[in-house]
């Protein structure tokens, strides 16, 4: 058992704006813990807090400053719980934070770069390295991804989201057995065998996400996510199963507003967005107090789910992402708070052993036989009925191996059953009695051949011995030419597999077709890898673009339209980043390919080298009529070591191109990603479009209702800030939408017991106009409006806003369309 009470860390993410110094401080001295302290700028404490403080000081295990990179989080807080995880302990790393302090980003990982990648994906890659080095014990792995909205869970990985809307997914429940442990129905658990097939989860996980949510109600900054590696290991021939899981969570954002009292003097009760939330402080609270025997975890669907890692059978550790800036202090101090009260919580973490209850089976079955063999012999009781088929094969392999055994110790062990016994007796007798038989023949024939035919005999071996020499030759060469044909087969599976996948744009495979002898073990592990995923990202893609109904059903305008949409939209940049840097990676996999390809041959030039010049030493010794050189061969000595030079030369290349591959595949699923997001933001703006279109008709010249293309991803977060106004009701800096989604504002009017308002999951997006001559209006109208734009943009006058974005009516994208 392992008592620890959970580790917190903080993380502060590098500000947007250019930050006024001073806002805090880390101080990296003391030993153990670090600490961070909040200074208050004069105005704010002032209004904030009753007693002026000017500055917070917080404890953590150790605080990660801005230029702290993705790798580093993941080397001090996540490997040391996946080890942990690994050795058979549970373990969970939860994110505690505002929306856009980074836990997504902390979590998962950022959209765009490789080495952006957060804790979920480097956590796979380090389990699955970590499985693959492990070879004493057999280990099965298993995803699930859950979302939790508004107390109800969703499978994000529920196959039936491509075809069906979020509301008519049976949703996750919880079920409490009889010993209280939680089980949930209708989340589905996959097995994944490599990192691959990992990654393509967590990818169709955040893909779902991102397909069930709309502009109007952006859930991701409301719901909890929690993606969860379940691993389970086992000893060869061992009963005894371990089990352990890993809970990686982002949470929703923990911003609250402050309402000031009497005077603005007064810190008073916060106001939570999200209730599960504040369940979860409530957990926190009762767990930090001593002699606190009641613990609300029942309150919500997170606590439940996460009971076992807030105080209980789990190594817990905790996130807390900061956003320093002046406006973020009051919300960074809670957070703060927060993480201090989590620190006091002790778990206790066990192993989780059970035991197969199958191979309990066979192992207590063998037990009750020999129990009764020996009872039969106690009690003399004779067992009459005759051996079965299969017990006779058996008891005739069992004497077979006795026999064949060299050690005189061995025994052969048949139990007590006399029936066994009679029968191993019996079978020896007639083996012995056969053998005599054939040696008297054998003994006769020979005594007679032995008087006449003396010198035939001495000819008839020698050339019976040739014969079988001859024989073996062949044999081996038949061997070899079948070794030849079955690894050509498996190369041109190989190679077509790779040609189905997106590997079909380079000509020669990166990949090296097959593999010296010294590298076939990891040749051998990672080529079925690499046909099977590749074909399984061509399934993806082809599925995300099923999910978003792509291209092939648009509308020529629409596509037009889709294309500008495409140019001008802020990620089209990061997408075309990604393109290059996916395109430098192909070339550089594929010349490694063929450098991996040239050491191939190089190593078998020089095996082959070697083993003629071995040859020639043997042919010279026979010649000369002399045992071995006692002089070493320098020749070979040099051949030798250029064999072992080039092999370590194809080792490191094998190596980087493994990585490389790695860095593929995630970098087409970073691009996957980002293409649907492109297409759902169009549809939505689409859908928007026509219905401003079906209202202002004609409104060629009205730029009124227009509503921006999208804009850069900072912009975009800033539009969907949530906002309190002083009353604590929540309102949120976007556009109105002209064409509401109904049911999304009757749900978002749904009060919780708490006094907010929790828009409910919109289930479906806008639909969109099927119909090709609104379609072609619509290009006629973007067209009319992109002149219109031009014209306005050349202008230096700016348009009154009402905005709360503060961008003009046509937002930075009046920028884009000025730069045609
Ligand atoms: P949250 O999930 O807490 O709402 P995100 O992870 O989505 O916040 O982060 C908001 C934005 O800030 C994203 O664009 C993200 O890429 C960026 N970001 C967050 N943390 C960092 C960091 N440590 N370094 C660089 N960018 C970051
Ligand atoms: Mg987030």
Redesign the pocket.
Known sequence: MVRQTIQIFA?V??PVRKQQPGIYSIDEDEKVTSSLEIILPRDLADGFVNNKRESYRFKFQRIFD?D?NQETIFENIAKPVAESVLAGYNGTIF?Y??????????ITG???RYS?RGIIPRTLSYIFEQLQKDSSKIYTTHISYLEIYNECGYDLLDPRHEASSLEDLPRVTILEDPEQNIHLKNLSLHQATTEEEALNLLFLGDTNRMIAETPMNQA??RSHCIFTIHLSSKEPGSATVRHAKLHLV?LA?SERVAKTGVGGQLLTEAKYINLSLHYLEQVIIALSEKHRSHIPYRNSMMTSVLRDSLGGNCMTTMIA?LSLEKRNIDESISTCRFAQRVALIKNEAILNEEIDPRLMIIRLQKEIQELKDELAIVTGEQRTEALTEAELLQLEKLITSFLEDQDPESRLEVGADMRKIHHCFHHLKKLLNDKKILGNDTVSSESKDQDCQEPLKEEEYKKLRDILKQRDNEINILVNMLKKEKKKAQDALHLSSMDRSEFRHSQNSPFPPGNPEEGQRLLLSSAPTQAQDFSTSGCRSSLLYRKTGMTEEMSLGRQEAFEIFKRDHADSVTIDDNKQILKQRFSEAKALGESINEARRTIGHLKEEITQRHIQQVALGISENTAVPSTPDLQEERLRSQLEEEKRRYKTMFTRLKALKVEIEHLQLLMDKAKVKLQKEFEAWWAEEASNLQVKSPAVNSLDHMKPFPQT??AQ?DQSQILFNKSGVYARKTLPCPCPNPRSQEQSRISTPLGNSIPERPMSSVPLTGDSQTDSDILAFIKARQSILQKKCKCTSVRGSSRATGHPPWGPVGAGWSKQ
Request: charged fraction near 25%.
């Open positions: 993380r993410k590098p801005q702290a994110a934070g505002q929306t856009g302090s980074g836990k997504t980003f902390t950022g959209a765009e952006d991701s900054t982002d954002g992402t991803s900072e977060h």
